[in-house]
C-alpha cells in the first residue's frame, strides 16, 4: 500500500509540475507579448511628444525672429554679441549673467534675482544643454540657448518653477572664466 501511495504521489507531483511549467511558459509568452505592446505604445507616445516639444520650440524661434543653429543633441543657440576674450575650456570655471525662460515668456529664474551663476566645465551640476552651450562661447559673448526638456530638466522638471517635459530659453552672458 505505502508503494502505491509513493507511486500515486510521485505521479501527481509530476502532473504538477508539467502543468505548473506549462502554465509557467504561457505567463512568460504573455509578459513578453505585454512588455512589447507596452514598449511600443511608448516609443510612439514619446515620438509624439518630441514632435510636439520641437514644434513648440520652432513656433518661439519664428515669433521671436530668432536666427539659430542646431546641434546634434538638438539644442539651438545665437550668439547675439560676440565678446573678445579666452575660448572656454572643458575644467575653466565659467561665470554667467542668465536668464531662465519657459517658451511662454515666462521668467523663472535671473542672476537679476540671484547671484550670477558660476560652475566648473565639464563637471556637471548644470543643464547639460548650458554645459554643451557654454563650450560655443568666448568670454563676453551674449547667447540664447533653447533646450528641449532632455537637455535642461528632463521629465520631472525642476520641482520648483520649471514644470515637467519643459523646453527652457536661456539668455546668457559669459562675464568671466576662471
Same mark, same amino acid.
Given at each position: 500500500?505505502? =508503494?502505491? =501511495?509513493?507511486?500515486?504521489?510521485?505521479?501527481?507531483?509530476?502532473?504538477?509540475?508539467?502543468?505548473?511549467?506549462?502554465?509557467? +511558459?504561457? #505567463?512568460?509568452? &504573455?509578459?513578453?507579448?505585454? #512588455?512589447? !505592446?507596452?514598449? !511600443?505604445?511608448?516609443?510612439?507616445?514619446?515620438? #509624439?511628444?518630441?514632435?510636439?516639444?520641437?514644434?513648440?520650440?520652432?513656433?518661439?524661434?519664428?515669433?521671436?525672429?530668432?536666427?539659430?543653429?542646431?546641434?546634434?543633441?538638438?539644442?539651438?543657440?545665437?550668439? *547675439?554679441? $560676440?565678446?573678445?576674450?579666452?575660448?572656454?575650456?572643458?575644467?575653466?570655471?565659467?561665470?554667467?549673467? &542668465? #536668464?531662465?525662460?519657459?517658451?511662454?515668456?515666462?521668467?523663472?529664474?535671473?542672476?537679476?534675482?540671484?547671484?550670477?551663476?558660476?560652475?566648473?566645465?565639464?563637471?556637471?551640476?548644470?543643464?547639460?544643454?548650458? $554645459?554643451?552651450?557654454?563650450?560655443?562661447?568666448?568670454?563676453? +559673448?551674449?547667447?540664447?540657448?533653447?533646450?528641449?526638456?532632455?537637455?535642461?530638466?528632463?521629465?520631472?522638471? +525642476?520641482? *520648483?518653477?520649471?514644470?515637467?517635459?519643459?523646453?527652457?530659453? &536661456?539668455?546668457?552672458?559669459?562675464? +568671466?572664466? =576662471?
Amino acid at each position: 500500500m505505502i =508503494k502505491t =501511495k509513493t507511486k500515486y504521489l510521485i505521479i501527481v507531483c509530476f502532473a504538477f509540475l508539467s502543468f505548473a511549467c506549462n502554465d509557467n +511558459d504561457n #505567463r512568460q509568452e &504573455y509578459r513578453h507579448t505585454d #512588455r512589447q !505592446e507596452v514598449r !511600443e505604445v511608448l516609443e510612439k507616445t514619446n515620438v #509624439r511628444l518630441l514632435a510636439a516639444e520641437d514644434q513648440e520650440i520652432e513656433d518661439f524661434i519664428k515669433r521671436h525672429g530668432l536666427e539659430v543653429k542646431e546641434t546634434g543633441s538638438g539644442l539651438r543657440y545665437s550668439i *547675439v554679441e $560676440e565678446g573678445d576674450g579666452e575660448k572656454t575650456q572643458h575644467g575653466m570655471t565659467a561665470v554667467l549673467n &542668465y #536668464r531662465i525662460r519657459l517658451l511662454t515668456g515666462d521668467v523663472v529664474y535671473s542672476s537679476d534675482e540671484d547671484d550670477p551663476k558660476e560652475f566648473r566645465i565639464g563637471r556637471g551640476g548644470v543643464e547639460s544643454g548650458l $554645459e554643451e552651450g557654454i563650450m560655443l562661447l568666448n568670454k563676453g +559673448d551674449k547667447a540664447i540657448f533653447i533646450m528641449p526638456a532632455h537637455l535642461a530638466h528632463g521629465f520631472p522638471g +525642476d520641482g *520648483v518653477k520649471i514644470p515637467k517635459r519643459a523646453a527652457i530659453v &536661456y539668455d546668457v552672458e559669459l562675464i +568671466d572664466l =576662471k
